[in-house]
């Protein structure tokens, strides 16, 4: 089984902080995928990075997949009240039953006003 | 386009009670998850099902938890009987395989109250 271990588990800051949140495996996969989700309400997928030192940015939010494929880090930059949520990294792994992915722990985030 | 829907969103119900847990995935998707969150343990994958048959359901606790998805549009999580520690957030999502990203639409998920 392929474990994805996330880190901060909790992170509470200020309004206008940047901050970055890890996903770490012993295990390559072949696709990594950030979801967010808010109380209430189910993840929602925020990016998917497929190839090895992949950076993609979604407004003040940049995700990188490490060179060998086995971590990912989000980087928020200016953090906003909005932003507050949990945030879940899923390393996806491609076998005969499609694309299977495994979850990581989830970092949750509160920002302050 | 309409999400994943699930029924109910809410359940309280005492130990021992059958629990039934309904979901209708997207339209055209040909992959079903069942997962379970909880603060201890996160989200867990329950079972999947590929063109409406079971593929992996490993991920089921123990007997007393059964699904079903007897159509393309419809699933069951059924929980019987239900015991205190069942209580969790259930959600139920899904995919389509031709995009290759495995990129899944969850529900908003039914929080179950065993008492």
């Known amino acids: 089984t392929q474990l994805l271990e996330q880190s901060p588990q909790f992170l509470s800051i200020q309004e206008g902080e940047n901050l970055t949140v890890y996903c770490n495996s012993s295990s390559v996969f072949s696709s990594l995928q950030w979801y967010r989700q808010e109380p209430g309400e189910g993840p929602v997928l925020l990016v998917t990075v497929v190839t090895g030192g992949e950076v993609k940015k979604l407004k003040r939010l940049t995700f990188q997949f490490g060179d060998a494929r086995k971590d990912s880090s989000l980087h928020i930059t200016a953090a906003q009240p909005g932003d507050t949520g949990l945030y879940l990294c899923a390393g996806g792994e491609i076998n005969n039953a499609g694309n299977m992915l495994t979850f990581g722990g989830g970092t949750r985030l509160m920002v302050k006003p | 386009d309409a999400g994943v829907i699930q029924s109910p969103r809410h359940e309280v119900t005492e130990m021992g009670q059958e629990v039934t847990l309904r979901c209708k995935p997207i339209?055209?998707?040909?992959?079903l998850f069942w997962y379970r969150q909880t603060m201890m343990r996160g989200l867990e994958l329950l079972i999947y099902?590929?063109?409406?048959?079971?593929?992996?359901d490993s991920g089921m606790p123990e007997d007393r938890f059964s699904a079903k998805m007897p159509n393309a549009s419809f699933s069951t999580l059924k929980i019987q009987p239900s015991e205190p520690r069942d209580s969790a957030v259930y959600f139920c999502?899904?995919?389509?395989?031709?995009?290759?990203?495995?990129?899944?639409?969850f529900g908003e998920g039914s929080r179950l109250t065993v008492l």
């Open positions: 999502a899904s995919s389509f395989w031709g995009t290759h990203t495995g990129e899944l639409f």
């Open positions: 339209s055209g998707h040909d992959y």
């Open positions: 099902f590929n063109n409406n048959v079971p593929i992996d």
